[in-house]
């Protein structure tokens, strides 16, 4: 029996059923968590301000910089290598319509506490890979574990949903849901105003005040 069950292990090796390498497949999409009923990663409409960009993996960094003791550079799965966190968290756009999403990523406040944050630092500038820009209080960042997205519904996010990573900006307009975020800067310029910011939205982007200035 030992003979015949070798030969069968060989056999099975032989013809390619078993080999040293897996392919992970696509996810499926959760649409249910813990009760509640999730909307669908097909249900955003497109509003950036150069439609979706692609990005190439291979070649994608994420600059920390500014009033930090040490400037880095990170790869995609860089930022993967810190603790992973998850939560719903629901995207309300100045257009009237809203998602509610599971998230899943990292804590900017894990990424930037790395570069050493200089006392006079008050103000995280994000910027993206299509020149887009946004800013956020560096408290409101530290004090609600604002997460760093690369999963939406248990899927890694499409190129139109900010692949490789979104600010999940929670209790903010979606203007400051920033995508395709390749820039994290420390700044000591409460002021400074983002690309809608800059064109009479409010800086503050707060939920429960008026989305203008």
Known sequence: MRKIFLLLVLLVISSGCVGPEVTELMGVEVRDYEGERLSSVADFRENSIKGPQHINITDYTLEVSGLVDEPKTYTYYEVLANPKYSKVVTLYCVEGWSVKILWEGVLVKDLIKKSGIKPEANT??????????????????????????????????????????????????????????????LSDNPDYRGFWESRGYSNTGNLDESMFE
């Open 124 to 185: 995280v500038i994000f910027h993206a890979y299509d020149g887009y820009s946004t800013s956020m209080p560096l408290d409101y960042i530290t004090d609600n574990d604002i997460l760093f997205a690369y999963k939406m519904n248990d899927v890694v996010l499409p190129p139109e949903r900010g692949f490789p990573f979104q600010l999940v900006a929670e209790d903010k307009w979606g203007y400051k849901w920033i995508k395709w975020v390749t820039g994290i800067e």
